[in-house]
């Protein structure tokens, strides 16, 4: 069990908390008008909102809005792809639910991801225990303190931020949110194209049964290749974290194929 408030993951084998939290509230409000139904229950399954990234999105876009200014100069392309990526991610502009055809849950798995990248890049020098840690209850456990102290304007520097990247930087931690946001959005310009209407959620997640060579040949491929949704998207209440892991990132060329690339190690 875990004490009420924790939104962090409690295993890697068991229900997260984020889950259990976000199924005890649909519960309870369907409670509160009804006996629970077998349509209730489909419902409550298929149910995408995720309590984790409704806690930490706002926190993290704080920590951006109020920070822009000291790393980014403000009418360069840079500064305006963090305002574009924040505001899509802000309570204004996202319900924190991870839909279809949404493009906020796509941005923010993919910044989420990125920043978890950084800080975990030195805690964890071994490739093998840093992917490991990634795709397990470890980061989050890690990350979720940090952030809300972030946006408390609280250890806005420390040891535990210092990389390569930010040496010279007087704020370390806030560096490694605004440069995972901005390599989020070059990411998603790289992969799913410069047209930010089609950074759909499941876009990212599409898995792909190729049949090599014929997946590679433009007259055979609609014989041979065959693509379907990730279940991600369908079912269950999902976490920040099960759903940075489970996108499955199409290849460069976004008509063709879909690959589950792990986070890996990137550059600033």
């Known amino acids: 069990m875990s004490p009420a408030g924790v939104f962090s993951s409690i295993g890697t084998s068991v229900p997260t908390t984020p889950r259990a939290v976000r199924a005890r509230e649909r519960i309870v409000k369907l409670k509160s008008y009804s006996k629970l139904t077998v349509d209730d229950m489909q419902k ?9 990234a409704r806690e930490l999105a706002p926190r993290l876009v704080k920590v951006i809005k109020a920070h822009m200014a000291e790393f980014v100069k403000p ?20 319900n924190y ?7 906020s849950p796509m941005i923010f798995a993919t910044f989420y991801g990125e920043l978890q990248d ?4 030195k805690l964890l020098s071994d490739p093998d225990e840093h ?15 940090m952030i809300d102290d972030w946006s408390k304007g609280k250890s806005l520097s420390s040891e535990e931020c210092a990389n390569e990247f930010n040496a010279k930087a007087e704020h ?7 440069f995972s946001l901005l390599r989020a959005h070059e990411i998603l310009v790289e992969r799913l194209g410069e047209n930010r209407n089609s950074w759909k959620w499941l876009r990212g997640n599409v898995l792909a049964y190729p049949h090599f060579p014929f997946s590679e040949s433009r007259w055979l491929r609609w014989l ?6 990730s279940s991600a998207i369908f079912t269950m209440i999902i976490s920040h974290r099960e759903a940075r892991t489970r996108c499955q990132w199409p290849e460069a060329d976004t008509q063709r194929g879909a690959a589950n690339i792990p986070p890996g190690r990137r550059s600033a």
Not at 97 to 103: A, H, N
Not at 172 to 178: D, G, L, S, Y
Request: proline fraction near 1%; charge should be negative.
């Open 44 to 52: 409550l399954q298929q149910d995408d909102l995720d309590v984790s």
């Open 75 to 94: 009418g360069t392309e840079e500064h305006d792809a963090l305002e574009y990526m924040a505001g899509r991610i802000g309570e204004k502009e996202w």
């Open 97 to 103: 639910k991870f839909s279809e055809e949404g493009d």
């Open 118 to 121: 950084r800080m975990l890049r």
């Open 131 to 145: 992917d490991a840690a990634i795709h397990s209850s470890f980061s989050d456990h890690y990350m979720a303190g």
């Open 172 to 178: 370390n931690c806030v560096h490694n949110v605004i």
């Open 224 to 229: 041979f290749h065959r693509e379907t949704p």
